[in-house]
C-alpha cells in the first residue's frame, strides 16, 4: 500500500483568500489525482497530475482557479485560489501506483469558507 | 459519455442477512471496475476490482462483487452483514482521458446501513 500524507486536514478560510493543500507519498507515484467530495457526497476529479507535464483539468475546473504542482514523483500542490464559500468542500489526493489497478487516497483536507 | 451508476442512496438491511449494493456502468471497451469504502470519519479504502478473469470477485472485509457484461452491472455483495460493514460504498470505473491517460470516475455513492 501507499503511504499518502496529506496537509493541512482542515482549515478555514476568509473569503478572496487561497489555500494550497500539499500531498506526500511515501513512494514515487506516476499518477495523482485531485478530488473533491461534499460530506458524505460523492468524489468528483478536479485534475490529474501526471509529473513531467501540465495538469489535465476536468470539465468545470480551471487552471487559474486551482493550480496545480508536480515537481516530482512524490510531492504535488493543489491550491484553491480567491475561494468563496462555494470552495468549502473536502478536497482529496489520491495516487495509483505502477500497474497495480488501484488508487490510494489520502486522509483529506476539509476546507471551509466563511 | 462514459460514466457509473449507483440507483440507491441508501440501502437497509439486518445483520446476519445478504446485502447487495448496485452499481450499473457505461463505458467503452473492456470496463476496469472498483469499489470502494469509506467509514466515518476515515478515508477512502480499495475494497475489490474487476480487470478480466472471473466474474465473480473477492475482496477485503468478506466483500465479492459480480460482474456481468450483459446487463453491464458491478453489484457488490456480502452472504452475511455486519454492523461494522455500515458505511458509505462506491462504484468507480477507469476511463481513457482526451489526454491520452487513464482516470477514475466515481459513482454517486450508496450509504449502507446494517441494522442490529
Redesign the interface.
Known sequence: SAVISQKPSRDICQRGTSLTIQCQVDSQVTMMFWYRQQPGQSLTLIATANQGSEATYESGFVIDKFPISRPNLTFSTLTVSNMSPEDSSIYLCSVRRGGDEKLFFGSGTQLSVL | AQSVAQPEDQVNVAEGNPLTVKCTYSVSGNP?L?W?VQYPN?????LL?Y?TGDNLVKGSYGFEAEFNKSQTSFHLKKPSALVSDSA?Y?C?V?VI???G?????????T?LKVLA
Not at chain 2, 476515515?42 to 480499495?46: A, D, I, T, V
Not at chain 2, 491517460?101 to 455513492?109: A, V
Open positions: 476496469y472498483f470502494y476515515r478515508g477512502l479504502q480499495f476490482k480487470i458509505l462506491f468507480a477507469r482521458a482526451t489526454s491517460t487513464y482516470k477514475y470516475i466515481f459513482g454517486t455513492g450509504r
